[in-house]
């Protein structure tokens, strides 16, 4: 069963960093992508970063410059350096992998809450 646990998230202040999180169990080694979404209330889900086994990675505009996705492909994590934080990034961030370069086989993580203060 594919299962995967997204930490990391909480309340900050404008300025402050925070680093997520996410362990991806029940997948085989070498994930193809690993992603970041986010989600804000009232707004549609958003891709902020991802990360392929290649060793590209792939970022939003509000996020370049902040943000860093990292993987750590031994154990099957990704994780999302976020420097800098505004209150625009407030949101759920979700995990996301795409096991092979099957674009319709994908899995989410239950998401953790950011909220930055101003």
């Known amino acids: 069963q594919v299962q995967l646990v997204e930490s990391g998230g909480g309340l900050v202040q404008a300025g402050e960093s925070l680093r997520l999180s996410c362990t991806a169990s029940?997948?085989?080694?070498?994930?193809?992508?690993m992603a970041w979404f986010r989600q804000a209330p009232g707004k549609q889900r958003e891709l902020v970063a991802s990360?392929?086994?290649?060793?590209?990675?792939n970022y939003a505009d509000s996020a370049k410059g902040r943000f860093t996705i990292s993987r750590d492909n031994a154990k099957n994590m990704v994780y999302l350096q976020m420097n800098n934080l505004k209150p625009e990034d407030t949101a759920v961030y979700y995990c996301?992998?795409?096991?092979?370069?099957?674009?319709?086989?994908?899995?989410w993580g239950q998401g953790t809450q950011v909220t930055v203060s101003s």
């Open positions: 996301h992998v795409q096991p092979t370069r099957d674009r319709g086989i994908f899995f």
């Open positions: 990360a392929t086994n290649a060793g590209s990675a």
């Open positions: 029940g997948i085989a080694l070498n994930i193809n992508t």
